[in-house]
């Protein structure tokens, strides 16, 4: 539904029109660009902008993904970091000023470091992880106080994606839809297989098309399923995966925050203030942040918000969100082994091995292990408990901190 059928408001009731020095009530900016036939809306949208997710620690990639040097900082498939890799995608799509990262501060340093494109003052390091829904409300205050109403994409910073061009066109299809309604826009990727480690996205029915793209309805998030769900979802036909990849303006997604997550948009209405009142954005966020809820923006706002419709990609994804996924990207010998860095396999099948720096892993007799060598630390594990890497890393985490 287009925003401005919704009167949904600015963040604090007012919108603020780029190039202009005045503010104004937002239903009354609404109705002085009513008849403004060329957008239909009532806001700045000069450019397009993209935020990267980049704050996780990637524990399931333990013990080669540590707090300081998590997997998007690392090449886990390819020859270059994660982000260099989602950076690099971005080219065509919108220019390197237009492109935000949030982090956390103690991995600000390290990702400048890994991708020099980045401009630092775009790169924000939240004091704290409070989830992904906090980390979206700063991402549209971000975008907000630089270019008023102008979409924005939120893009994780590990996902492989070897098609850029199919990328950028299905992203730039999704910005027209954010830029033209008060749409919560998100991408479902097809299923190949029934995968337990991935939400889904239940496709309705198709309400317009962009460049030829159906735009359909969202009728619900669907929660990791367990294995016979996942494959009534495969041969459903209409449920996809989440990708955590959505494009919206900032006034959409601050309302629906607004609206079912209230206590977070308190927090980044005193945020903004603290913002424009002290000047510090890093002063700000130190006061704000350990107040505000840890949760996702699919559990606050996601699964609740209507006007949500996904685009269905166009190009090849793999979030590679744990040790086996790494076998999908490189050759494999005969027995079905994988091998990253020096290693040699004798009456072994379908293991994963990994190590580093001319490190040698010999397997004999096994199957189906994950054998990761990396530094101070070595995991070994059955394939079938790769999800519960995670759990484990925290445990050493605990026990060894250096090893965090």
Known sequence: MPLIKKGIPYLNGTVKASGMSMEAPAENFILAFATRSDFGYAFDMSGRYVVIMAGGRGERFWPQSRLKRPKHLLPIVGD?????????????LVPPERVFVITNAEQREAVLESCPALLPEKVIGEPEGRDTAAAVGLAALLVQEEAGDAAFALLPADH???????FRSVLGSAFEVAEGSGNLVTI?????????AYGYLCRGKDIEEADGRPVSQVDSFVEKPNFHKAEEYLHAGNYFWNAGMFVWRPSVILSSIREHAPSISCGLDELRERWKSHGQLEEAMSFVYPSLDRISIDFAVMEKAEGVVMLESAFDWDDVGEWPAIARHYPSDQEGNVFKGSGVGVDSIGNLAFSEDGHCIALLGVKDLIVVQSGDATLVCHKEHAQQVKDLARLVSEAHPELG
Do not use: N, Y
């Open 160 to 166: 492989v994606i070897e098609d850029g061009e199919g």
């Open 188 to 196: 479902g990727i097809k299923p190949t297989f029934p995968s337990t």
């Open 80 to 92: 270059s970091p994660m982000l260099s890799q989602t950076v690099a995608r971005l080219h065509g």
